[in-house]
C-alpha cells in the first residue's frame, strides 16, 4: 500500500533543506522535488558559499532530479519550495516543463510573478500558501538579524 | 599598450563555442564573458548531452566567470552571447550584476523580451544585431536539419 503524503509533510522537507541554509548563513530557502510521491532530488541555495548567482536551490534540485531520472525533463514532477521561485528558478522550471510547483510563501520583492505569470510553463499547476507562515518567517528573521548584526558592527 | 578589440571580434569568439555545440549536435549557441576586455569564461550549449535544462551556454559561462573572479557579481563584465537570452538566462544575468550584455540575433520565440525587458537588470546596458546574420542562421540551419532528418525517417 503506497501512503499519501500531505502537501504539508513535503514542505517540511524543504524547510528542512531551508534550514541547512541558514546553518550555512545562507538565504534560507529549501525545496524537494517529487516523481510519483517520491523525494528524487533535494536542494538548498548555496550563492554565497559558492560564489555562484545560479546556486539557488530550485536550480541544483532540477539538475539533480534529472540526472536521477536519467532525463532532462521533469513531466510528472513536482517541486515544494518555501519562498516563491525567482524569475531564473521560475523559466528553469518551464524549461523542465515540470507538472506541478507548489511554495510556501510569496516573494513580494523578488517573486517571478512580480514580472510575469508567464515564467511558468502554461500547463504547470501552481499551488502557494503552503505552511506559508514558516516559510516566510525564516526569510524574514534572517534578514532581521543581519541587520541587527550589521547595526551593531 | 592594450589592443581594444572590436564587438565583431568577441562574437566571433561566441560563434566559435557555438560551432562547438552544433558539432554534438546540440542546439549552436555559445557565449564569452569578458572583464576588462578579456575573456575570462566560455559557454556553449550542453542540455541534450547534460540531460539538464539549466545548461545554456549563458549560466555556465556565468559560473565560470565568477569562478574566475573569485566572487559572484560580475558587475564590470560584458557577455557576448549568439542568441537573445531565454528568461532563466537573462534573470541570472539580472543576479550577476553584469554591466553589458551583446548579443547577436534575437530569439522571436523564446528571447527573454518575449516576457519582459524587466528580466534583465535595470543598469545593464543592451545591444543586438552584432554578426547578426552568422549567428541566426547557424541555429536555424541546425533546425532546418533536424526536421529534413526527421522527414526521412
Redesign the interface.
Known amino acids: 500500500m503506497m501512503t499519501i503524503y500531505s502537501d504539508e509533510h513535503f514542505m517540511k522537507e524543504a524547510l528542512k533543506e531551508a534550514h541547512k541554509a541558514l546553518e550555512k548563513d545562507e538565504v534560507p530557502i529549501g525545496c524537494v522535488i517529487l516523481s510519483q510521491n517520491r523525494i528524487i532530488s533535494r536542494g538548498h541555495n548555496l550563492?554565497?558559499q559558492l560564489?555562484?548567482?545560479?546556486a539557488h536551490a530550485e536550480?541544483q534540485a532540477?539538475?539533480a532530479a534529472?540526472?536521477t531520472l536519467?532525463?532532462?525533463?521533469l513531466k510528472d514532477c513536482k517541486i515544494f519550495v518555501t519562498i516563491e521561485p525567482?524569475?531564473?528558478c521560475?523559466?528553469?522550471l518551464?524549461?523542465?516543463q515540470i507538472s506541478e510547483v507548489v511554495f510556501g510563501a510569496k516573494d513580494e520583492k523578488k517573486g517571478y510573478s512580480t514580472?510575469?505569470q508567464?515564467?511558468l510553463h502554461p500547463k504547470t499547476i501552481v499551488k502557494s500558501g503552503v505552511l506559508e507562515k514558516e516559510c516566510s518567517q525564516l526569510v524574514s528573521e534572517f534578514f532581521k538579524n543581519k541587520r541587527a548584526s550589521k547595526n551593531h558592527k
Open positions: 550563492t554565497q560564489k555562484d548567482v545560479t536550480m532540477i539538475t534529472a540526472n536519467g532525463g532532462k525533463y525567482c524569475p531564473m521560475a523559466a528553469a518551464a524549461w523542465s514580472i510575469s508567464n515564467l
